[in-house]
Structures are given as C-alpha cells and as structure tokens.
C-alpha cells in the first residue's frame, strides 16, 4: 500500500517532536525500564481501528488515541504493552535548533524535568490501568526512508517508554485509550531558555511527529480502519494562518480550524510517522504575538503576592496604573522621570522569572510617540538569601545574551509592543551562582538553592529616557512580575 505521510503546516507555533503508538514488548524489558523494549509478536490480536485525535494548546499538545483490539483466539492473551513518546526534537546541522543534551539540560533549567509529558492515562474498556514510565530518558538516533522521495529522515530526540500490562479475553474485543499530554517543543524555546525568556511565553517554530510503526506487532500489522483528527480550533485566531495548510498530496481534508483523514487496511510497517509542523507568520509581525493577557496573564504573579510604590507621581497619574490590566491608563513620573523608581516587594519570597515593561503611553499610537519613554534602566533584586545582582539595560539596543528582550524583530520599543527584563537567571539549576573565573579563565560557580532563587525584592531606577515629540513627560502604562514557570506547571 501507498506510505502515508501526511505533513500539515499551520500558521502558529507549537509542539514537540512525538512519535507514538504502543506495541506489545516482551516482559523483561517492561521490568527494567531503562531502554527501547524488544517488540513481541502477538498475532492473535488485531488492531481493528485506532482513532487518534490531536488537541493543539499551548504550552501542550493533548493526544488521545482509541484501539479497538480483537482477540481471535480461544486464549486469554496477558502482555506487557510499551507506549513511547518522544520529545525534544534533535537536529544537529539545522540553525536554530539544540541538542538533545542542551534539551536535557533546559528542562532543568525550566524546572520542568518529569513533567515534560503529564496527564498520561490508560483504560481498558472503561478501566483504568496502573501504569509506570521507563526508569532512564531514551536518546533515539533513528530514520526512516521516504518512499515518495526516496529521502532519508532522520529522527533524534528523547523518548520516554511508558508501560502496562493488557489482559484480553479470548474471542473478546476490547478497547484500548491511552491520553496523554506533551510539552510543546519550541526551536527558540527550552533549548535556548537562558537566552531568550520570550519563549517561555510566545514560543516559535516546531513540529509534531506520530509513528504508526510499533503497532506493526499486533495481528497482521494493519489497522482495519485508521482516523485521525488534528484539531486548532483551540488556538487563538492571532496565532492561526489561515492561508497555511499545506497538506502533502491532499491526504487531510480541512474544515475550519480542523483536519482530517481517514484510511481502510493501514500497513502499519510502512505508514510512517504523522508530521505536523507549526509555524508563525512572520509576513505580518503584528500578528506574532498576542495581545495583553495572552498569555502572560496567565502567568503573571497576583499583585496581591507583592507590593509596588514609585518614587514619585505626577497628578491623576497614580502608581495603581501599572496594575490595572488598561493599556489606556499609564504612571507618570514627574520632570523629565530620570532617577524615578518603581519598587516591588515581596512579603513572602517567592520566584519571579521576568518582568514585564509596556513602555511608553499607549492608549494611542501618537500618544505614544508624543510622551518620553525609558530608554535606560537599572534593575536591582534581591534574592531570598540576602544576596544582591545589579545591571543596567539599554531598552533600545538588542543584545541576545542581555536582560532585555522585545517580542518584535524591531527589537526597539514601539506602541504596542511588550518588553522583558528577565529576572532569574535559569541555568543556575545545573550550575549554580557565577562566582567569576578562576586564573586560566573558568567560570566558577557557587552552587545555591532553590529557595536562595527566590525573590524578597525589586528595584527599577531610570537612568535615561527618550524623549516624546511633544511632551517630556515619561509614561510606563503597565508593569506586569512574570512566574513563566508556572507555564510548564
């Protein structure tokens, strides 16, 4: 039968790099847990439909597959049954991507280690089904050969076995749900977190891959019926071109936000892997990214958790409207705003990831433009253990390795657009402070706690504004404390 390789290009950005279907494998393998299981040839068994529907969310991808399994035989049929998925896509040559060793080490970064795939469930005809993830991470160095190109894929990333145990009786068909969510892989995302903590907000390009592969060992290695679902109507609109999909030889039909695809007697030795890539427009930057509390407010840290004052206010321009979730409404310093502070305390330490500046007034585009604007900024924190970082920013220069980022390729403040100043720096999980470098030039580090990551307080001092062309009056319309790890929470 023709291979099936279906590749779906959707105007957003998102997911990792799965590979799914389960197989049965034999028990030794299930019983260690730390490799790729051997497969088992269960014959008697038939895959006689699998349904697969694909939820597209951010930060994770929800995948929900149903098998109907029938046992042929006059026997009880008692397997171990393997089901992987990979994540962390690993494509050495390609810029902009990361290893799988710098993947490892960023779901440390990001705290995210074991939740990189979560909300995993396994029912047989309606019963649920203790299951248990491989004790070690897979590193999978595989390809595949294209047969409509003759190509040679390659496919790198981490895989993680989860196992259970399947009881069919003879002569009975059953039903098999397996659900799970993963973690989205972003290519400017977990694998340059350190570097650019806009991605743990609004992350970039990726792909999605499903091998129907390891259910090659039930049956005769064919599905008698497949259907898969790839649904976005999830996503918001801005993150969705609708101009985008780009369907490989019609296989997947679309409506709306929704694609489709159905096949009878699937070979499952040859189907290949479901690829599904996800992509930002970047034709119209305005369409980037989305607009406020989206989603940042879904990780901004309650202004109940902390207490915010400025050094000063100009009349009917109060401190409170950094707070008020209004874009039209903007603190205002008083002279020309050089030495003024904003000052963020935190009763209870707690973590902070970012903040974030919308700079400038801007309830209107000429607004914005007419009123003084921060172009220099001093940040001081102080941690839970009494220790002190100090730096200052040029909000108008664009440095990857700084402590300010833009969400626009403008990479100057501009109405609209939405500033970062990261806060914690996140590769201090693996290697703790940065003491300095020793006398051959190694950077010593010191290494801390969780706790001495934390943050009591926040200081921004302005050291030098831009001025409006009208007024020399320095507006901030909203200031938003950033705990981006809750994205991954």
Not at 30 to 59: F, G, H, T
Not at 241 to 251: I, L, Q, R
Not at 382 to 400: K, N, P, V, Y
Not at 440 to 463: C, F, H, M, P
Request: some cysteine.
């Amino acid at each position: 039968m023709k291979k099936l390789i279906i590749t779906l290009f959707i105007g957003l950005t998102f997911a990792p790099c799965i590979r799914a279907n389960g197989d049965p494998v034999i028990a030794y393998s299930a019983n260690i847990r730390s490799c790729n299981p051997v497969p088992l040839k269960v014959s008697e068994v038939q895959v006689v439909r699998e349904d697969l529907n694909i939820r597209v969310r951010i930060p994770y991808t929800e995948v929900s597959v149903v098998y109907r399994l029938k046992n042929s035989s006059a026997t009880p049929i008692h397997v171990d049954y393997g089901f992987p998925v990979d994540y962390g896509e690993d494509k050495d040559s390609a810029p902009g991507t990361f290893t799988t060793d710098e993947w490892s080490a960023s779901l440390a970064e990001a705290g995210v280690r074991g939740r990189a795939v979560r909300d995993v469930h396994f029912r047989l005809d309606g019963r649920e089904l203790t299951w248990t993830h491989a004790d070690e991470i897979v590193k999978l160095d595989e390809s595949y050969v294209d047969e409509e190109t003759g190509e040679t894929v390659e496919l790198k990333c981490n895989r993680l076995w989860t196992y259970t145990v399947l009881d069919i009786p003879a002569g009975a068909t059953v039903t098999l749900e397996v659900d799970y969510a993963v973690l989205c892989n972003w290519s400017t995302g977990l694998g340059s977190l350190n570097a650019s903590p806009l991605s743990r907000y609004f992350p970039s390009d990726g792909n999605f891959y499903y091998d129907f592969t390891p259910a090659q060992h039930w049956g005769n290695g064919k599905a008698g019926e497949l259907a898969v679902k790839v649904d976005c109507s999830g996503l918001p609109d801005a993150f969705f071109n609708e101009d985008s999909p780009s369907v490989a030889e019609g296989w997947m039909k679309r409506k709306g936000k929704v694609w489709t695809v159905n096949e009878k007697n699937l070979d499952f030795a040859t189907a290949g892997p479901l690829s599904v890539y996800f992509y930002k427009d970047y034709s119209d930057e305005d369409r980037l990214f989305p607009s406020w509390g989206d989603p940042l407010k879904d990780c901004a840290v309650p202004s109940a958790e902390y207490r915010l004052s400025v050094s000063a206010s100009q009349d009917s321009y109060p401190a409170s409207n950094l707070q008020d979730g209004d874009l039209a409404t903007a603190w205002v310093a008083p002279g020309d705003g050089v030495g003024s502070t904003v000052e963020i305390v935190f009763p209870q330490p707690r973590r902070v990831s970012d903040i974030a500046l919308w700079n400038g007034y801007h309830k209107s585009a000429s607004l914005w433009s007419a009123n003084s604007r921060i172009k220099r900024i001093r940040m001081e924190i102080t941690r839970a253990d009494g220790h002190q970082e100090s730096w200052e920013t040029d909000l108008t220069q664009w440095e990857w390795d700084s402590h300010y980022f833009t969400l626009y390729d403008s990479r100057i403040p501009r109405f609209g657009a939405v500033s970062l100043l990261s806060v914690t720096n996140l590769d201090r999980d693996i290697y703790g402070r940065e003491l300095g470098a020793d006398e051959e030039g190694n950077i010593q580090y010191d290494k801390v706690s969780a706790d001495a990551e934390k943050v009591t307080g926040i200081r921004l001092t302005v050291l030098e504004t831009t001025p409006g062309t009208r007024y020399k009056d320095l507006c901030l319309s909203e200031l938003v404390v950033l705990d981006g790890f809750t994205i991954v929470e």
